[in-house]
């Protein structure tokens, strides 16, 4: 690296110091002028004292490496391959670039008076011209000028005064004339006159920079010299003086120190970390902000390892996991914990860097910052998390315990509502019987939204797109509160202006559950007076409508500071009588995201003691009438399904149930007891269908349906699959999709809804489809008698077509199966078994829900679960069972002759 890489380019220095000797540390040559190249040639690589000789210097000895590098150095060298050639100058010690620097000049031939020189002469056919060297002079890219001893002017070349006058004015005059006549400042004929007398005393050349201010403005520097000529005594005869123009130089010096300053100033002023470390760890420099992050102060931890600032499991890794890599790869970056001085553990983001130069060793330059803040909060948002996650999944299994709890009452409505549909009504009867439909189905929708929390709360919410009648919808749910209205003895009345035959699309349940929740909550506070619905339209066309509906009771009111919060969760109209009227809070919040998300809106306007209005609108587009049927709908009849179909299911009580449907339907039946069993049937059979329970021994359904999936046969991998469950939460259905299970069905189900399912999967539905409604959905079948029912025939009647020996068969396999598997409950509870006793209470879940046996299900739920004292539960089980068997025997008398 040389000097021009710091001050001036090779143009520059060989036009200001054409014998320039640029020297490294061990005096060996790099560069020199163009013009002292003309007469050594190329001497690169070379040693100083190979080319040239020391003739005078302060050092008698003439050795050039006894200079001290931090001094100036006046000196004469000669040329040894060319002895005559003598050059005057200086040598510099340049700290930047760590090299010597020797700017001078020819000043003359060394011819000697002695004998020993006179001999030398020049070639005969050489002669100089007239005025040569003072032409060579004039011509000097430089001032030069010549003093006699009492410092006036005797020679000025025209570099150093343009001006031909002036200059002849100063042959005989002082600086101190030149200062006067230019009106310089005379401090600048002080110093010359100083370092001439300095010359004059030493008889040695001096050298010094002067800055001068032109007529401009502009200033200017200049390198200044001043040589004594020695006669033969030793006494200065006269003195030359000659001036380079280094402005330039000076300007790049001045940037240089600027630059220097700033990166300096962003070392110490940088709230990062900036170090560097040789390449085994020892720390070399260290900025200032290490006070800052660690403590410690540079002098602290200079010159040692890094090992000293790493927490105790960390120094033995530092190894391997940065300085190896560093080292290898060139460059590292990642996250560290170093130790602060008071005990503290910081977490440090660092991006280091391998630096290699020639000629010096190689060392690390990393650039650190504190992330401390980051990573703590980090680990906070984890744990968060964790306990979140950990929150969610308790709510999940609560949620799946209380779905069991809330739709065993509900099957048991359906159930009943469906028997009694069976029988021959009057016209009431069956409007009553009706009413208890729209009413079950209703809660149901209200049950699954509350169960799916986390999909009422994103607004997520499928609606239905189907046709009905805004008016006898209306009534109908206007119809089923008059019973509570008439205990109270509250007047409720509907107003309706909407055309009777009025058919719109859209989801009738979500409109049954927001008129549901205001007409509960106007009877719940109305103790006197009326509740009035009124019905309207805002919006008519051929395509759509926009239907209002008002709900306005003479209640107690609301608070007007609770209007603006009374649609949000868990709020309710007043805190006063909340522990009398009670309820969740849940249903305005409910009402309000249900209007809004069918693009409608609600709004409320009420006053204490006067009573309150709500009124929603609700878009529909308009249906057609043809499309409903306003007779009795028919007995249903099951269109044929007659595929290849695979059951897997562990209990054989199901196993009988569904394969009686599905061969009633004309299917053909294989049974798997589990999942292993499930995929070689597969492997060697070809089916249309699988129904998968989901819980099974050895393997579970999933697991089971998983591996199906990934067959090699393409056909045997995309069989559709249906799913088998027990569990009721909505959330579910995305595990079961995610296995590769095409739909799932709950359990208990009816045959109805099962025909219904299989028919969607296998793209059936069209062709099944009918122009009158489904019978309800009627999970469970409970028979009213004056005793108390332990069980319920209705559904096996129902699967049976009322054939009577295939229910005498159904309940002797039911009890036999029962005790079977009671009796191996009870060996496993003896043995401690836990794990086989939930499974076995899971496969009496099924069973007992398939008889209707209910006052029993929530036994076993807390078996599978473990949830209470197993010992207790099974003695409780055991007792009722024995009250069920004792019950069947006695309503069958001829199946249990034994």
């Not at 330039?248 to 600027?258: A, G, H, S, V």
Request: glycine share 6%; charged share 25%; hydrophobic share 40%.
């Amino acid at each position: 690296m040389s000097v021009t890489q710091f001050i001036f380019d090779n143009d520059q220095l060989n036009r200001l110091f054409p014998y320039y000797i640029l020297l490294n540390k061990d005096f060996s040559i790099e560069g020199y002028g163009s013009a002292l190249g003309k007469i050594i040639g190329k001497q690169g690589g070379q040693y100083f004292k190979d080319i040239f000789k020391v003739i005078d210097s302060v050092d008698s000895a003439n050795n050039i490496s006894n200079i001290n590098a931090s001094d100036g150095y006046t000196m004469k060298i000669s040329i040894a391959s060319h002895p005559d050639m003598v050059l005057s100058g200086a040598l510099e010690y340049l700290k930047q670039a760590g090299k010597y620097f020797f700017s001078g000049n020819l000043v003359a031939n060394a011819i000697k008076s002695d004998s020993s020189t006179n001999n030398t002469e020049l070639p005969e056919n050489f002669n100089f011209p007239d005025n040569f060297f003072e032409r060579v002079v004039n011509e000097l890219p430089s001032d030069v000028v010549v003093l006699d001893t009492d410092h006036t002017y005797r020679f000025i070349n025209p570099r150093a005064i343009k001006d031909a006058e002036l200059r002849e004015w100063m042959i005989g005059k002082t600086d101190e004339d030149y200062c006067n006549l230019k009106g310089r400042p005379l401090s600048l004929a002080e110093e010359r006159r100083r370092q001439f007398n300095e010359v004059m005393r030493t008889r040695k050349q001096r050298m010094w920079e002067e800055r001068m201010s032109a007529p401009d403005g502009s200033t200017h520097y200049l390198l200044r010299n001043m040589y004594p000529v020695l006669d033969n005594d030793q006494s200065v005869e006269f003195v030359i003086g000659y001036g380079l123009d280094i402005t330039d130089r000076k300007i790049m010096e001045d940037q240089l120190r600027i630059n220097e300053k700033r990166y300096r100033d962003l070392y110490n002023f940088s709230p990062a970390l900036i170090y560097t470390h040789s390449t085994d760890g020892t720390l070399l420099s260290v900025n200032p902000a290490i006070f800052a992050v660690l403590g410690y102060t540079a002098d602290e931890v200079v010159n040692k390892n890094i090992k000293v600032l790493l927490p105790g499991i960390d120094k033995d890794r530092i190894q391997v996991d940065y300085i190896d890599k560093v080292n290898g790869a060139g460059t590292s970056k990642g996250i560290f914990r170093a130790t602060h001085k008071n005990g503290n553990s910081k977490y440090l983001f660092y991006q280091n860097y391998k630096v290699e130069e020639q000629d010096s060793q190689p060392y690390i330059i990393g650039f650190s910052q504190d992330i401390t803040e980051r990573i703590l909060a980090e680990k906070e948002l984890l744990l968060a998390k964790r306990n979140t996650e950990k929150l969610s999944k308790v709510k999940d299994t609560f949620l799946a315990n209380m779905s069991h709890e809330l739709r065993t009452p509900m099957n048991g409505i359906l159930g009943v509502t469906n028997l009694l549909s069976k029988t021959v009504l009057n016209d009431q009867q069956t409007h009553y019987a009706h009413l208890i439909t729209d009413s079950v189905n209703n809660l149901l929708t209200i049950i699954n939204d509350i169960l799916d929390m986390e999909k009422i709360s994103s607004g997520n919410i499928e609606f239905e797109h189907r046709a009905f009648k805004v008016v006898d919808k209306v009534a109908s749910i206007v119809h089923s509160f008059e019973y509570k209205a008439n205990q109270k003895q509250v007047q409720l009345k509907l107003n309706n202006t909407l055309p009777s035959n009025l058919v719109v699309i859209g989801d009738q349940h979500r409109l049954a559950q927001i008129l549901n929740n205001l007409l509960s909550n106007a009877i719940k506070f109305t103790n006197k007076g009326s509740v009035i619905v009124t019905t309207g339209l805002l919006h008519y066309t051929d395509a759509d409508a926009i239907v209002e509906f008002v709900v306005e009771d003479t209640g107690i009111g609301i608070d007007e500071s609770r209007l603006p919060t009374i649609f949000e969760p868990f709020v309710k109209a007043s805190t006063k009588f909340a522990g009398k009227f009670g309820g969740t809070g849940l249903g305005l919040s409910i009402s309000k995201n249900l209007a809004e998300m069918q693009g409608g809106s609600i709004e409320l306007k009420s006053k204490v003691g006067v009573g309150s209005t709500f009124t929603f609108n609700l878009p529909f587009k308009r249906g057609q009438l043809q499309a409903l049927s306003e007779t009795k709908a028919p007995p249903l009849s099951l269109s044929k399904i007659e595929k290849k179909i695979l059951v897997a299911e562990d209990i054989e009580l199901n196993q009988f149930l569904v394969k009686t449907m599905l061969e009633s339907w004309g299917g053909s039946v294989d049974i798997a007891v589990n999942g292993k069993e499930a995929i070689e049937k597969v492997n060697g059979n070809t089916y249309d269908l699988i129904l998968m329970d989901i819980q099974m021994p050895e393997m579970d359904g999933i697991t089971a349906t998983r591996h199906i999936r990934e067959l090699n046969n393409d056909q045997k991998a995309n069989i559709p699959i249906i799913a088998f469950t027990a569990n009721t939460l909505q959330g579910d259905a995305k595990l079961y999709k995610d296995a590769g299970m095409n739909d799932y069905i709950t359990k208990p189900y009816t045959e109805e809804k099962l025909h219904e399912k299989i028919s969607e999967v296998l793209n059936l539905a069209e062709k099944e489809q009918t122009e009158t409604p489904s019978a309800p959905d009627t999970t469970q079948q409970i028979v009213l008698e004056n005793e108390e029912r332990l069980y319920s025939i209705a559904m096996i009647e129902a699967i049976g077509k009322n054939n009577p020996a295939f229910i005498d068969k159904m309940i002797v396999m039911f009890v036999d199966f029962v005790v079977k598997d009671f009796d191996k409950l009870k060996e496993a509870a003896s043995q401690n078994n836990w794990k086989e006793v939930g499974q076995i209470a899971h496969k009496l879940k099924s069973t007992f829900g398939n008889m209707g046996v209910t006052s029993l299900v929530p036994y076993v739920i807390e078996l599978e679960s473990q949830a209470g004292e197993p010992n207790q539960l099974i003695e409780k089980l055991d007792n009722g069972l024995a009250k069920v068997f004792k019950q069947m025997k006695a309503d069958y008398p001829d199946l249990f002759t034994n």
